[in-house]
C-alpha cells in the first residue's frame, strides 16, 4: 500500500534551492512525528530533518541553517525546503514516519537530488 509519496527533486547548481513535498494519505498521518530522510550512494540512509505533530523540528547537523522542514495537515502534505544546497546534498531523498517505529510505512521511491555545476 502506497501511503507517501515524494517529489519535487531535481538537478540544481550548488547554491540553489528546492522543496520537496511529500503527500501522505490521510489526516492520521498527522499525529506522527514525520522526517525526511535521504541516502548517498555507497551510504547508509540518514535522517535529515524531523517535525513533530505540533510543530517542532530537528535538524541533522549537516543541513541545519539551509533546510526547513514543515508540515500543512490540512493539505495532508510535509515539505522540505532546501537552500544553499551543496553537492553533498546529492541523494535520494524520502519521507516516512519517524515516531512511532511501529507504524513507519515501507520506504516508496523516494526523490532524487542532485546538486551540481
Known amino acids: 500500500q502506497v501511503q507517501l509519496v515524494e517529489s519535487g527533486g531535481g538537478l540544481v547548481q550548488p547554491g540553489g534551492s528546492l522543496r520537496l513535498s511529500c503527500a501522505h494519505s490521510?489526516?492520521?498521518?498527522?499525529?506522527?512525528?514525520m522526517g525526511w530522510y535521504r541516502q548517498a550512494p555507497g551510504k547508509q540512509r540518514e535522517l535529515v530533518a524531523a517535525i513533530t505533530s505540533g510543530g517542532n523540528t530537528n535538524y541533522a547537523d549537516s543541513v541545519k541553517g539551509r533546510f526547513t522542514i514543515s508540515r500543512d495537515n490540512a493539505k495532508n502534505t510535509v515539505y522540505l525546503q532546501m537552500n544553499s544546497l551543496k553537492p553533498e546534498d546529492t541523494a535520494v531523498y524520502y519521507c516516512?514516519?519517524?515516531?512511532?517505529?511501529?507504524?513507519?510505512?515501507?520506504w516508496g521511491q523516494g526523490t532524487q537530488v542532485t546538486v551540481s555545476s
Open positions: 490521510g489526516s492520521i498521518f498527522s499525529i506522527y512525528v
Open positions: 516516512n514516519v519517524v515516531s512511532p517505529v511501529s507504524v513507519r510505512t515501507a
